[in-house]
């Protein structure tokens, strides 16, 4: 059902955690099976994200999409950072079965809330962000 490398995330989350004074910390959830993510980051004056680190409350699934989406957004810069999506978090995890679908989804959402913070921080505009959702619905999983 789960591939490896889910399995091994979740048994072994990397970047558990989080970052004091954070550059940004993003938080979503999804009301209806309870999964909520926080992602914190740390970004240098270059607009590299130095760290990442998560906490999440939720299923196994969520929790190895968490780890992943730190893994993925370190050393890349914050529009790099901006274009990693859930199917970029489900590949590099070797797929997700389709009813946790919606936990890379909060994974994505996760990085921009964390992005969207930081630029509310910053006073600046990141080119093809936009406000994040708070809740992550399922039916906006998988498109028609």
Excluded at 10 to 21: A, C, L, M, S, T
Excluded at 95 to 110: D, Q, R, T, Y
Excluded at 120 to 137: R, V
Aim: a negative charge.
């Amino acid at each position: 059902m789960y591939s490896e490398k889910v399995m091994d995330h979740f048994q072994n989350p990397r970047n558990v955690g989080e970052i004091e004074h954070a550059s940004g910390v993003g938080t979503v959830g999804n009301a209806k099976c309870g999964d909520i993510m926080r992602i914190y980051l740390d970004i240098d004056e270059n607009q590299v994200i130095r760290d990442a680190k998560f906490k999440t409350f939720g299923c196994g699934a969520a929790i190895a999409t968490s780890s992943m989406a730190t893994e993925l957004v370190k050393g890349k810069t914050v529009q790099e950072a901006l274009a990693i999506t859930n199917k970029a978090v489900m590949e590099a995890l070797d797929g997700l079965p389709p009813v946790k679908v919606h936990c890379s989804l909060l994974a994505e959402e996760a990085i921009h809330a964390s992005l969207w913070d930081y630029a509310q921080k910053n006073h600046i505009t990141i080119e093809g962000l936009e406000e994040p959702k708070k809740d992550i619905h399922e039916e906006e999983e998988l498109p028609e």
